[in-house]
């Protein structure tokens, strides 16, 4: 499933910025349960989300979806 896929690159690039769930639901204005369900892949994120998420995480949004080969 291709938000399952979606779902543990966004939880992969959190880590990697060593950011805990709660800190970073909390800087992309998300409550903690909608932010475990896209890293689960049982919710799709919005395009907003997706803005908000790569740009905490300093990435472009292609990347967090894994739509480039860095």
Known sequence: MENNRWGRRIRAFRKLKAMK???????????????????????????????????????EVEELMGETNS
């Not at 932010?35 to 049982?42: S, W, Y």
């Open 21 to 59: 769930q709660l800190d970073f639901a909390h800087k992309i204005g998300m409550s903690t349960s909608v932010l475990g369900q896209i890293e689960r892949g049982t919710r799709v994120p919005t395009i907003e989300q997706l803005d908000n998420m790569a740009s905490v995480l300093h990435i």
